[in-house]
């Protein structure tokens, strides 16, 4: 079987549709408003309750409003997780290298991060507004929709997926995830359950 019968970014088509040819709205620049991060009373509070220093303020407030790079998890087995990689590596990831989007950003080679194990977790420049706005990144935006869509990939800020690293479960462990929605760390927690497990066998430990 390849990778066009496994994953869902070659079943569902250059612009992914699904096999039932379920047509898609195109979307334009038009579709989507800058969003004007300005809240009067949000700075206002910050600004009087002195935990940032005066000095640091305008620094701070500028850091908030930068969009988070986009983020994500390749889930599945080791061989699968190789195989997509793989793809997307050569089919993806390499069309859009370099490329200057329509507001003058270059757009870097997406990279695994250095502190996940097996290279099953990756970063870009983008933010997700810049995915979804411009008509240069569809390709890859549509292989994300699809292949998240299926469960090969899981989106996922950085700062959440270290939590779990952290914990440094094993398939006995018993897990209470009290910050559960919408559910990135519970699946990455399962994920961990399973991986330590022995091949072809479920793990013994659980999470609620």
């Known amino acids: 079987m390849g990778a066009g019968q496994k994953f869902g970014g070659r ?10 040819g379920g047509k898609r709205r195109e979307r334009t620049n038009k579709d989507y408003q800058e969003i004007v991060m300005n809240n009067v009373h949000f700075e206002e509070y910050y600004s009087k309750n002195g935990c940032v220093p005066k000095d640091e303020l305008v620094e701070f407030f500028d850091a908030l409003r930068k969009p988070l790079p986009l983020s994500f998890r390749v889930t599945g087995s080791t061989s699968q ?16 290298e370099s490329l200057v989007l329509d507001n003058g950003k270059v757009v870097k080679p997406a990279e695994p991060l250095p502190w996940y194990p097996n290279r099953l977790a990756w970063k870009t420049n983008l933010s997700r507004q810049e995915l979804r706005k ?38 006995h462990c018993a897990v209470l995830d ?10 990455q927690i399962i994920e961990a359950l399973h991986a330590d497990a022995k091949d072809g066998s479920l793990p013994e430990g659980f999470c609620v």
């Open 178 to 187: 009290m910050c559960a929605a919408p559910g990135s760390k519970t699946s």
């Open 11 to 20: 079943n569902r088509g250059k612009h992914g549709r699904g096999k039932e």
């Open 134 to 171: 411009f008509p240069q990144l569809s390709g890859f935006h549509q292989w994300m929709i699809a292949e998240g869509e299926s469960g090969h990939v899981t989106r996922q800020e950085l700062v959440s997926m270290i939590p779990t690293l952290l914990l440094d479960i094993k398939s």
């Open 81 to 96: 997780a190789k195989e997509l990689i793989a793809q997307m590596e050569t089919t993806h990831l390499s069309n859009i």
